[in-house]
């Protein structure tokens, strides 16, 4: 995923057999800080639909982060457009601020903090079942896994590891004084800050690997037949691309580094005393001076 660029009028893109508005288009709600709204299925139809924090919009998102009447999608002919309405935090598609856009099927839009996927074709049931199977597994903002299937996969892979004898390794992260970032930025930086280090980060990992954004602004990654050695390596790899240049958000250059803690997993150690240990050894980084990787005591 590229930093996001500046300001789009139009969202130019070429696609074969796109459709016109029809009764089974709709939005889902796949990331919110409000919880009850994950999964919320929004039908389209022929009358406009406006998106908003003021109880009076058609779809209200209770966020500080969302103009009273921030965007709306209107029907055409060509299909769906969305439009901001002069909203103060802006409104993106696919990671680019938009004045107007047609929708596409799958598009993301991002709305203060909260991110909805556009949905629709003949086989749009499948799809919804599929949005909402991968939210039980992935995170809305960055399209990583989350914590919950992190955890289930961790148990997993220690029993595994167990069992064939294998080494274990996992690594935490997080972002250096994070909230800084937001308070000098905002918010909207910070989440383009986070998508884009979960990007960078995922170009050193392997498939088989999990990794999850674990909290607000902290990230797991699990590594199957890695010992503490190779994980630190690895760690320190994705150390040195988050700090090798600024993250992009519209005209802003935020430069951002990151701290680490690394531990492997000692026989007899169950899934929370790998992750105490890992999140020990990340504080024990942050207390000394963060941007750097810790793995030993």
């Known amino acids: 995923m590229a930093d996001p660029p500046t300001v789009t009028k139009v969202i130019a893109r070429t696609e074969l057999g796109a459709n016109p508005v029809s009764s089974n288009d709709c939005l889902v709600i796949i990331h919110s800080l ?92 499948n799809e919804f079942h599929e949005t909402l199977h991968r939210m039980a597994m992935c995170d809305g903002l960055t399209g990583i896994y989350n914590k919950r299937y992190f955890l289930r996969t961790l148990e997993a892979e220690i029993e595994r590891a167990g069992r064939r004898k294998r080494p274990l390794a996992l690594v935490l992260f997080d972002v250096d004084h994070f909230k800084k970032i937001n308070d000098t930025y905002g918010h909207l930086a910070g989440d383009a800050v986070l998508q884009g280090i979960a990007t960078r980060a995922s170009a050193e990992i392997r498939q088989t690997d999990c990794f999850a954004r674990y909290g607000g602004e902290e990230f797991a990654l699990l590594l199957g037949d890695a010992d503490l050695e190779s994980a630190a390596v690895v760690a320190e790899k994705i150390r040195r691309l988050v700090e090798a240049r600024p993250f ?13 803690g690394v531990a492997a997993l000692d026989e007899g150690l169950d899934a929370q005393g790998l992750v105490q240990r890992a999140d020990e050894r990340l504080y024990a980084a942050k207390r000394g001076g963060r941007n750097r990787v810790v793995s030993a005591a």
């Open 34 to 125: 409000t919880e009850t709204l994950l999964g919320k299925r929004i039908e389209l139809g022929e009358q406009a639909l406006v998106i908003g924090r003021d109880a009076e919009t058609d779809l209200r998102l209770p966020s500080d982060a969302v103009s009273r009447r921030h965007a709306r999608v209107v029907p055409s002919a060509q299909g769906y457009v969305l439009e901001d309405l002069g909203s103060t935090n802006g409104t993106y598609v696919n990671g680019r601020r938009i004045d107007a856009g047609r929708l596409y099927r799958g598009d993301q839009i991002k709305i203060g903090d909260c991110v909805l996927k556009f949905l629709t074709g003949d086989d749009l049931e």
């Open 248 to 260: 992009t958000f519209e005209k802003l250059q935020i430069p951002v580094t990151s701290s680490f």
